[in-house]
């Protein structure tokens, strides 16, 4: 009797971990569907916010970057301009310049 009792004892342990797989299987492929799903959202938030953003912020920089580039040209131009005007001021300026900073690394 006692070999009866222990073969449905292993009978029954053997429905429980085929029970446990079964469920460990379902619960995996739950898992996979939730990550699938969460990578479709990440996705599609990247398409939908990021990339306008990042785009946009490109476009901005860029526009910037032009203007600046644009006053920065005028500034040089002005700046040739008088220094074709008045040269003795200029080399009057630079030297002045020179002479400042020669003294702050003399004292540092």
């Given amino acids: 009797m006692e070999s ?3 073969g449905d004892m292993t009978d029954e342990g053997k429905g429980v971990m085929a029970q446990a797989q079964d469920r460990a299987s379902a619960l995996a492929a739950d898992a996979q569907a939730e990550i699938a799903a969460l ?3 990440v996705e599609t938030l990247m398409n939908e916010r990021v ?3 990042l785009s946009q912020a490109a476009d901005q920089a860029e526009a ?3 203007t600046v580039r644009e006053r920065l040209g005028e500034r040089g131009e002005q700046v040739s301009e008088r220094v074709r005007e008045q040269p003795l001021l200029a080399l009057a ?3 002045l ?3 400042v900073v020669a003294a ?3 004292r540092g």
């Fill in 51 to 53: 990339t306008p953003a």
């Fill in 104 to 106: 702050m690394f003399r």
């Fill in 93 to 95: 300026l630079a030297a």
């Fill in 4 to 6: 009866a009792t222990q």
């Fill in 64 to 66: 910037t970057y032009h």
């Fill in 97 to 99: 310049a020179g002479f």
């Fill in 39 to 41: 990578r479709a959202k």
